[in-house]
């Protein structure tokens, strides 16, 4: 789903706000989920999952048209774990896996 498509559904399931106003909503609480995670801090909605901030190491990467050694700097990356709500929703209905 784009966000495009998020802001038609949510629209639609609610037609007593104006799409322009859904939008800025959507958008809204997007740009203070980055805003936390710029400034290092976890988000986390209950029943959905928790946004993070992990630090990678720098590391001796490899350049895969010439198979030269490339250095490639520390950085931040985002991170999602689904919460376990979000997880029985998705998985319902699906047999189980062998072993686990």
Not at 20 to 44: M, P
Request: glycine share 8%; hydrophobic share 40%; proline share 5%.
């Amino acid at each position: 789903m784009t966000k495009s498509e998020l802001i038609a559904e949510l629209s639609a399931a609610n037609p007593h706000l104006l799409s322009r106003d859904v939008e800025t909503i959507v958008a809204t609480i997007f740009n203070e989920i980055v805003s936390a995670l710029a400034r290092g801090e976890r988000v986390e909605l209950r029943g959905f999952g928790a946004f993070t901030v992990k630090k990678r190491d720098a590391r001796t990467g490899r350049n895969p048209r010439t198979g030269e050694a490339v250095p490639v700097d520390e950085k931040a990356v985002p991170f999602f774990k689904a919460g376990k709500e979000l997880r029985e929703r998705v998985n319902r209905g699906k047999p189980a896996r062998a072993g686990g």
